[in-house]
């Protein structure tokens, strides 16, 4: 049975990813930072590598078992206020740990055919004047965010030269019951109060996991998938419109309150720009590749959300 080798499989997106992978019969190996005792207990179908992004080094036995390579690796930038040293750590997380993917591939003799990495829609930044979705071929924007998706793409994309089909995911806020947008917008719904964030207008992208995940599988498999494509949803909503269905997902009375943009100027810093941009993102090319979500509108996405502690893909 063929391997697949994620990098950030202990995060967020990788756990789902995991799971799937082993449930459609593939060998998983997570790339990580550290490995645990609890890590080292789990099943035969999964095992975990280690690498050290800052000293360029990875597993060469676990690497040269893959067959696909699933990035996806890259320092949370929701976590913490963005000093000069946590952005360092946010690029070179991602950038550093891409080459060190490229420079493997070229050293470690290896039978990888697919090389799969995340990216984030904030490669666009905002939506300019006239509101027209961002595609593919849109260049990226200049904020910080977007120069970090640049650097990244840009970084994995000697895997195409080294004839390795390469599919470059960019991101939407992802919807999932285990962080992320959704559980920061549920939290203050369950004391009862829906924090509309600025005027509530900005335009969020979003995807469900289970869809993200799906998305995944499917470019796996379908080998006319090369390149960028943007991994969000076809209905992208209002800042507010979400808040909304959530808080009606979630409790029978809640007070709608906007929280100025002043005040979380003065809580986020400079990543306050990130939380009030809106980003409306085309789905299209996904879709023409013949790729079909399962959770296309916000509805029937909070709706499922709402009811699953942890949902099987
Ligand atoms: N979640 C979203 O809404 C969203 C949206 C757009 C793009 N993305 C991108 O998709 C990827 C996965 O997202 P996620 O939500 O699953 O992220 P996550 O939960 O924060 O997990 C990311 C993983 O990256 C690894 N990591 C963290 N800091 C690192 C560092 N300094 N150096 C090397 N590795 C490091 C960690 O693995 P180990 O501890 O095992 O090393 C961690 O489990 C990220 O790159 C993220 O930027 C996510």
Redo the contacts with the bound molecule.
Sequence with gaps: METVLVT?G?????KVLTEALIERGFNVIIL???INDQQKTKNDKLSYAVWD?EKQILDKIAFAKADYIIH??????AEKRWSEKVKK?IVS??VD?AKLIIESLKTIPNKVKVVIS?S?ISWYGHDKEVAKPFTENDPPAQDFLAQTCQQWEAAIEPASFLGKRLIKFR????LSPD???YVEFKNPIKFGVAGIIGNGKQIISWIHIDDLVRAILFSMENEQMEGVYNAVSPEPVSNKRMILEIARNTRKFFIPIHGPSFALKIVFGEMINEILKSTTVSSAKLQQAGFIFQYPDLRSAILQLSHQKNSPV
């Design positions: 950030g202990t995060g967020m997106i990788g990580t930072r550290n992004v996806l690796a890259g320092a949370n930038f750590e997380s991602r740990s995340a984030g991101f939407g806020p992802v962080g992320g947008a």
